[in-house]
């Protein structure tokens, strides 16, 4: 099993950035897909961007291509979002999820684990 706690996130205002953090416990934190996914209040959680086990696949939602990237640090069990050009429908609180398969990456349906989220906030 695999805990996840998500940091760095808060109040920006437009075309600021912000780098969140995915901290991970366990040993086994390079043999899981890791992915990125947010909710915006009376939404449903949307896929923003999946990463694979040695951080050689990247993929990413449409609306932040350009603007964001996943990355991940193995030998430290965490990963990273960094938001450039934020926007404020950007906001939304954002979770960090983790499963050993990748079957389909952009599915919130594929990922077991999943950290507590943390909000960010784009004010115009």
């Known amino acids: 099993q695999v805990q996840l706690v998500e940091s760095g996130g808060g109040l920006v205002q437009t075309g600021g950035s912000l780098r969140l953090s995915c901290a991970a416990s366990?040993?086994?934190?390079?043999?899981?897909?890791m992915a990125w996914f947010r909710q915006a209040p009376g939404k449903e959680r949307e896929f923003v961007t999946a990463i694979s086990w040695s951080g050689g696949s990247t993929y990413y939602a449409d609306s932040v291509k350009g603007r964001f990237t996943c990355s991940r640090d193995n030998a430290k069990n965490t990963m990273y979002l960094q938001m450039n050009s934020l926007k404020p429908e950007d906001t939304a609180v954002y979770y960090c999820?983790?499963?050993?398969?990748?079957?389909?990456?952009?599915?919130?349906?594929?990922?077991?684990?999943w950290g507590q989220g943390t909000q960010v906030t784009v004010s115009s």
């Open positions: 999820a983790a499963d050993k398969a990748m079957l389909a990456p952009m599915s919130q349906y594929s990922y077991s684990y």
């Open positions: 366990g040993r086994t934190f390079s043999s899981y897909a």
